[in-house]
């Protein structure tokens, strides 16, 4: 077979090839989208999220105690981890 034949071959061969995989993966959002949106049709809304009232009503005392609240949970979190790596 002459070089032109078989470079004409291969391209159109590598053509196939793109075409068949860049179809896959359009059908593939498309099909990502569509459940995206059967989703969110179906499920519920989410609860809007709403402020702690304690650390809104008490002022910065409150805020500061769950600070350091908070602070000492993840201490306590991070001193588990270290000690169970070892």
């Given at each position: 077979?002459?070089?032109?034949?078989?470079?004409?071959?291969?391209?159109?061969?590598?053509?196939?090839?793109?075409?068949?995989?860049?179809?896959?993966?359009?059908?593939?959002?498309?099909?990502?989208?569509?459940?995206?949106?059967?989703?969110?049709?179906l499920s519920p809304g989410l609860p809007e999220a709403s402020a702690p009232s304690a650390a809104v009503s008490t002022g910065s005392d409150a805020v500061s105690a769950?600070?350091?609240?908070?602070?000492?949970?993840i201490s306590a979190a991070i001193a588990r981890y270290r000690s169970s790596r070892r």
């Open positions: 077979m002459p070089e032109t034949s078989l470079i004409n071959e291969s391209l159109s061969l590598m053509a196939i090839g793109m075409g068949i995989v860049f179809s896959f993966l359009l059908l593939l959002v498309v099909l990502l989208r569509a459940m995206s949106w059967i989703a969110g049709r769950s600070n350091d609240e908070l602070i000492a949970v």
